[in-house]
């Protein structure tokens, strides 16, 4: 399996302009999740979802983010408007059902990039 | 999920025993201690977990105070691609259970 595959993996948009963040989990995984990275705040969870649903989205952190998941293979990570400060890495994660004993597997991130 | 503790920074001589050290006083008897560690410019990558028993894998070494009060992840021979930051996280393994990540340890591995 080539793993969790995230693109763009790097992306800059000037300020006001809508970013689109793609996610291809790994084939039978259950749940995807989206992280941010930055140096202020360290690593976030943002959003997650199983089987394709949104189950706990308390870390988005405004009306601006959104996320979808339209079937198994697939998540978007939409910012719109885009501000400076959303720069940061993006990260997707996926892993099995129900976590038991299993590990979340990370891509290698975006980082976004607004000027 | 309980809180961790870790020390900031650690330099760890090449081919020697690294042993990153955690503590989690706080946790709960249906927590697991899990590690993962973060390369430069790289997504976080699973090394280890456990509940109580010490584990072993191919990767390192994790010891569980009896108390479960702290735990230490030992890589037996550090090389300097080891160099990186390690999270400590405790979490239920219960289905949806994220991972929230704390400040981890910077660890360098020096020639």
């Known amino acids: 399996d080539a793993g969790v595959i995230q693109s763009p993996r790097h992306e800059v948009t000037e300020m006001g302009q809508e970013v689109t963040l793609r996610c291809k989990p790994i084939?039978?995984?259950?749940?995807l999740f989206w992280y941010r990275q930055t140096m202020m705040r360290g690593l976030e969870l943002l959003i997650y979802?199983?089987?394709?649903?949104?189950?706990?989205d308390s870390g988005m952190p405004e009306d601006r983010f959104s996320a979808k998941m339209p079937n198994a293979s697939f998540s978007t990570l939409k910012i719109q408007p885009s501000e400076p400060r959303d720069s940061a890495v993006y990260f997707c994660?996926?892993?099995?059902?129900?976590?038991?004993?299993?590990?979340?597997?990370f891509g290698q991130g975006t980082r976004l990039t607004v000027v | 999920d309980a809180k961790t503790t870790q020390p900031t920074s650690m330099d760890c001589a090449e081919g020697r025993a690294a042993n990153l050290p955690c503590n989690h006083s706080?946790?709960?008897?249906?927590?697991?201690v899990y590690w993962y560690r973060q390369i430069h410019s790289q997504g976080p990558q699973y090394i280890i977990h456990?509940?109580?028993n010490n584990e072993t894998n191919e990767m390192a070494s994790l010891i569980i105070t009896e108390d479960r009060k702290s735990s230490t992840l030992i890589l037996p021979h550090a090389t300097l691609r080891d160099t990186a930051v390690y999270y400590c996280?405790?979490?239920?393994?219960?289905?949806?259970?994220?991972?929230?990540f704390g400040g981890g340890t910077r660890l360098m591995v020096k020639p």
């Open positions: 996280i405790v979490r239920v393994n219960n289905a949806g259970n994220m991972l929230t």
């Open positions: 706080t946790i709960s008897g249906n927590e697991y």
């Open positions: 979802f199983n089987n394709n649903v949104p189950i706990d």
């Open positions: 084939s039978g995984h259950d749940y």
């Open positions: 456990g509940l109580k």
């Open positions: 994660a996926s892993s099995p059902t129900g976590w038991a004993n299993t590990e979340a597997f």
